[in-house]
């Protein structure tokens, strides 16, 4: 038994490689024979499906799912921050409660409802408030994605100030200071780190969001550019890096190499979606990494 | 600081103009702060509600035992429950018992070296891997290497890998609250560090993972990404074969999966029927959630240390 115990436990460091290795493996001929850095990372031409010129051009992509995130969490960590301190630091006993149980019950509707609610309520809602042509665009997908990551960055923010101790507290409260100066001149500095740690999770969460961000964004390979601040336009249909796999890799063929080994150019749409699936997995890895070494960085001072 | 207006009236412990200002902005404070958690709250309530009155109206014994007809226009939404139910309990068969076992691992056995920290950082990374991401490994791995096709096998194996993460994080919770005394008091007995674990770690501990398997339960019921391109299927006729209708390397409708077809890809779709069918996969998982949560709320009350 115990060696079981053992196998399992070593079992999340093999997924994890495995996840990387698989994805991988179907997306190795598309870097082999046709990945072009430049065009990847500064094209917005995304033209898979083209007879004649193919081009494999995420820049758009990118910026779609940079643009969700941005707006998302423009929204969710200043509200998350808020709400995590009002629930560790004004409230006690059953409205406590009430509030934490709230927010698991946010954090357990699902992705495809949350998208069905943007379709469905939000995107008439928008073309009502706004005169937008489509209610499907950064700003319905970047509220949904802020809705579903509040959760993350308030419990994660909540066990920050939680891990704060006691005697700061009451030290700063016999100096006389209010509970907001209590809040703003220790707890917030003293937190700061697993409060850092609480938005780059949500970040994260934001970036991999898929179904509801699928259903939500409109559809349209495009650039949300404006030459006004804020930079990008909140009323642009976009397309992000996760729902461009959802998107097509139903429609993509998956294709076998010919004898000698290469793949027909048609083979590429297909494995260039898992290449997004790396980039995506490297981004995630990179976010929750630094996100664990800035919760370290305060538990070695502390 | 030494002359304060408001020790006029001889008390020098009164209200000055400095505590007046404190106060206000204490007020102000929680104020905001609050209006901000209030708000995360109104969206929720008012989206629930929402969703309740609108598919109300079409939720009735026959939407949920009927099949789907006239092209999803008509009829009920059996088969792709059923669907999610097997997707539910094939993906808890491969989630749950890894899971608990490498809590198990990572809160009795694991020592604090590079290598379990490694371990945490890889439960930590699984956790924020984005669902499409699942999906593609899915394919990867279980639809074309391991040969399984599109299948509730290949689907299943994906969602309990996905739901790994929460069933750990849950055990390992669970587990760090029996208090270490428990576990001396067993080894000054002369027991192993597994007959402790079984005898009185485990029995004490039991609800506490109970709450993160149904937790897991909760997730794949909802999760759509990860079942899209491995086994989940637009529409498959089941009428009649009872509850054994789909085997393990067929494909099967999900509810969450048929949530997204109806709603994108359909024209023409009564709206009553969209929402019938959203309404039916939230209640399962708030049924689920409430489960989970009454059972903490109930450990809370009745802990015995």
Not at chain 1, 54 to 68: D, E
Not at chain 1, 201 to 210: F, H, K, P, W
Not at chain 2, 54 to 63: D, R
Request: hydrophobic share 55%; proline share 5%.
């Amino acid at each position: 038994m115990v060696g079981w115990i053992y196998l399992c436990g070593v079992s999340s460091i093999i997924f994890v490689f495995s996840i990387f290795f698989f994805v991988f493996r179907e997306g190795a001929p598309f870097l082999r024979d046709r990945f072009d850095f430049k065009e990847f990372f500064f094209s917005p031409e995304w033209y898979p499906n083209s007879d004649l010129n193919k081009r494999y051009g995420a820049l758009a992509l990118i910026l779609g799912t940079a643009s969700v995130t941005l707006f998302a969490m423009l929204i969710a960590v200043p509200f998350g921050l808020g709400a995590a301190i009002f629930i560790s630091e004004f409230c006690a006993g059953k409205f406590k409660e009430a509030l934490k149980i709230t927010i698991e019950i946010l954090a357990a509707i699902p992705s495809v409802v949350w998208g069905f609610i943007g379709l469905m309520v939000m995107s008439p809602l928008i073309i009502w408030a706004t005169g937008a042509p489509v209610g499907l665009n950064v700003l319905n997908g970047g509220i949904v994605v802020a809705l579903m990551s509040l959760p993350v960055i308030v419990s994660i923010s909540e066990d920050a100030l939680k891990a704060v101790p006691d005697t700061f507290r009451e030290a700063a409260l016999a100096l006389g200071a209010t509970r907001w100066q209590v809040i703003y001149k220790v707890l917030l500095p003293a937190a700061k780190n697993g409060l850092l740690a609480a938005a780059l999770l949500g970040v994260g969460r934001a970036v991999g969001e898929t179904m509801a961000v699928y259903m939500t964004t409109g559809h349209s390979v495009n650039i949300p550019f404006d030459s006004r601040f804020p930079l990008f336009h909140p009323l642009q249909s976009v397309r992000t890096l996760t729902a461009t796999i959802a998107a097509e890799l139903g429609e993509a063929p998956h294709l076998h190499p010919d004898p000698s080994g290469n793949y027909p150019p048609e083979a590429h749409h297909y494995q260039v979606l898992f290449v997004i699936g790396i980039l995506l997995f490297a981004i995630t890895f990179a976010i929750n990494l630094t996100a664990d070494l800035v919760v370290k960085g305060i538990r070695r001072k502390g | 600081m030494s002359q304060e207006p408001a020790m006029k009236d001889g008390n020098p412990f009164g209200e000055t103009d400095l505590i007046r200002k404190k106060m206000r902005a204490e007020a102000a404070a929680r104020l905001l702060f609050g209006a901000m958690a209030v708000l995360m709250v109104i969206p929720l309530l008012s989206i629930l509600l929402y969703l309740f009155y609108k598919g109300w109206p079409i939720l009735s014994w026959q939407f949920i035992a009927d099949v789907p007809r006239h092209n999803m226009k008509e009829g009920g939404i059996w088969p792709a429950i059923l669907g999610t139910i097997y997707l539910i309990f094939f993906s808890l068969c491969a989630s749950a018992p890894i899971g608990v076992l490498a809590g198990i691992y990572l809160n009795e056995f694991a020592r604090d070296n590079w290598f379990n920290r490694a371990v945490n950082l890889a439960v930590l990374n699984l956790a924020g891997v984005p669902s499409i991401v699942y999906a593609l490994f899915g394919v990867g791995a279980f639809v074309l290497a391991f040969g399984f096709g599109r299948s509730i096998l290949a689907a299943s194996l994906t969602l309990g890998i996905m739901n790994l993460p929460v069933t750990i994080a849950a055990t390992k919770e669970a587990l760090s609250a029996v208090p270490r005394s428990f576990r001396e008091a067993c080894w000054n007995m002369g027991a192993t560090p597994w007959q402790t674990i079984r005898t009185i770690v485990l029995p004490n501990s039991l609800s506490g993972i109970l709450t993160g398997v149904i937790l897991s339960v909760c997730r794949a019921a909802g999760e759509t990404a990860p079942i899209l391109f491995t086994g989940a299927v637009f529409f498959k006729p089941i009428e009649g074969k009872g509850l054994f209708a789909y085997g393990l390397f067929d494909q099967c409708m999900a509810l969450s999966y048929h949530l997204l077809t109806v709603s994108t890809q359909l024209q023409g779709v009564p709206e009553a029927l969209l929402y019938g069918t959203a309404l039916v996969l939230i209640c399962i998982v708030l049924v689920f959630n409430s489960v989970a949560v009454s059972i903490r709320v109930y450990l809370r009350s009745h802990q015995r240390w």
